[in-house]
């Protein structure tokens, strides 16, 4: 999962404050957070993060660059992605179904014409529905291309199976009836906006950093 490590020089401090009107959630903000940073190719972005989806950070870093040996460590086109023969890319440590998620990406991206500045324009919940479309692209692997490479501020991920558990762990939460608990979750989140992103991310830090009792 991308982290941004605290640091004493970051973006304003509204979203501390703000955030900080939730106690409990209050317990766990250490500090202000790096800037979530608006990044170049998008659309490689999120193949990368098909490759890593259920792969740990280390194995996942080492297809990558070995992705990236085939292209000459450039970042490649979506034409010589798709230009790619699937047993090259099962060749790097890809499933099959990887690998054809990951020309479907190459492909839409060819047939839409698809660039960095198309999805800047549109909003969270355009640039899901939007691609989503692609089999093998779902909404957590946009909602994490949201945050960490469109840079935006106000992203809550539901489904995610970190956050799940640090809200239970700190909001004491009941998981018995499925529809209750994610009521209880939106209630919760939508008081965070507009900076849930941020929220994610001290939820996730204080996760990692705090031992299973």
Do not use: C, P
């Given at each position: 999962m991308p982290r941004s490590k605290s640091t004493p020089e970051a973006v304003p401090l509204h979203y501390v404050a703000h955030l900080s009107k939730d106690k409990k959630l209050q317990k766990i903000i250490s500090g202000p957070l790096t800037e979530l940073a608006i990044r170049k190719n998008i659309c490689l972005k999120l193949i990368g993060s098909i490759m890593s989806q259920q792969l740990s950070t280390k194995v996942a870093d080492v297809i990558y660059s070995r992705f990236l040996d085939l292209y000459g460590r450039r970042e490649p086109t979506a034409q010589q992605i798709l230009d790619t023969s699937p047993l090259t890319l099962r060749g790097i440590g890809l499933s099959n179904a990887k690998v054809t998620y990951v020309q479907n990406v190459a492909a839409?991206?060819?047939?839409?014409?698809?660039?960095?500045?198309?999805?800047?324009?549109?909003?969270?919940?355009?640039?899901?529905?939007?691609?989503?479309?692609?089999?093998?692209?779902?909404?957590?692997?946009?909602?994490?291309?949201?945050?960490?490479?469109?840079?935006?501020?106000?992203?809550?991920?539901?489904?995610?199976?970190?956050?799940?558990?640090?809200?239970?762990?700190?909001y004491k939460l009941d998981t018995e009836d499925k529809k209750v608990f994610r009521d209880q979750l939106r209630r919760i989140t939508e008081k965070w906006s507009p900076y849930r992103s941020h929220a994610c991310r001290y939820l996730w830090s204080w996760k990692d950093n705090t031992p299973d009792k």
């Open positions: 839409f991206v060819i047939a839409e014409k698809l660039t960095d500045s198309k999805l800047k324009k549109m909003d969270n919940e355009e640039v899901i529905a939007y691609l989503t479309q692609i089999k093998g692209v779902g909404r957590w692997t946009v909602e994490m291309l949201l945050m960490f490479h469109l840079g935006r501020n106000d992203v809550f991920a539901m489904d995610d199976w970190g956050l799940q558990q640090a809200m239970i762990k700190l």
